[in-house]
C-alpha cells in the first residue's frame, strides 16, 4: 500500500513539472515586443497578444452561432469569441495566434470578442 502511495506522489510530481514546463516553453514562445502577457493585460483596453489555442468550441450565445477558443501564453488563458461564426479556416487546438481587441468580462471570465487576428507559423 505504502509503495502505491510514493509511485502516485511521484508521478503527480511528474506531471506537475511537466506542466510547469510547458508554461515556461509557452512563455518563451510568445513574449514579444508589441504583446502584453495575457496574466498582465488590462481589461477594457486595446490590447495584442499572443499565445496557442489550447480548445476550439462551437457554443451559440443568445441564439447566434458563436465559435469560441481559449488562448494560452504560460501567463493565463483568455476565451477568444467569434459570434456569428460556427468555424474559421486554420484555427484549431495547438496553432499559435496573435489577437487585438478590448478585454471584457463575461460570467466570470476574461474574454475577447470578434478580434483581429493573425495565425502564426
Given at each position: 500500500m505504502g509503495d502505491n502511495k510514493s509511485r502516485l506522489r511521484r508521478n503527480l510530481s511528474r506531471w506537475a513539472d511537466s506542466g510547469e514546463a510547458h508554461a515556461r516553453d509557452l512563455r518563451a514562445t510568445h513574449s514579444g515586443a508589441d504583446e502584453v502577457s495575457i496574466a498582465d493585460a488590462?481589461?477594457?483596453?486595446?490590447?495584442?497578444?499572443?499565445?496557442?489555442?489550447?480548445?476550439?468550441?462551437?457554443?451559440?450565445?443568445?441564439?447566434?452561432?458563436?465559435?469560441?477558443?481559449?488562448?494560452?501564453?504560460?501567463?493565463?488563458?483568455?476565451?477568444?469569441?467569434?459570434?456569428g461564426r460556427r468555424r474559421i479556416a486554420g484555427i484549431g487546438p495547438g496553432r499559435a495566434m496573435r489577437v487585438e481587441g478590448r478585454i471584457g468580462t463575461a460570467t466570470g471570465h476574461r474574454v475577447l470578442f470578434n478580434p483581429r487576428y493573425e495565425l502564426m507559423a
Open positions: 488590462p481589461d477594457r483596453e486595446f490590447v495584442s497578444l499572443r499565445g496557442t489555442i489550447k480548445t476550439v468550441t462551437l457554443r451559440p450565445r443568445g441564439g447566434v452561432p458563436a465559435l469560441e477558443a481559449e488562448l494560452e501564453d504560460g501567463t493565463g488563458v483568455i476565451t477568444i469569441v467569434w459570434l
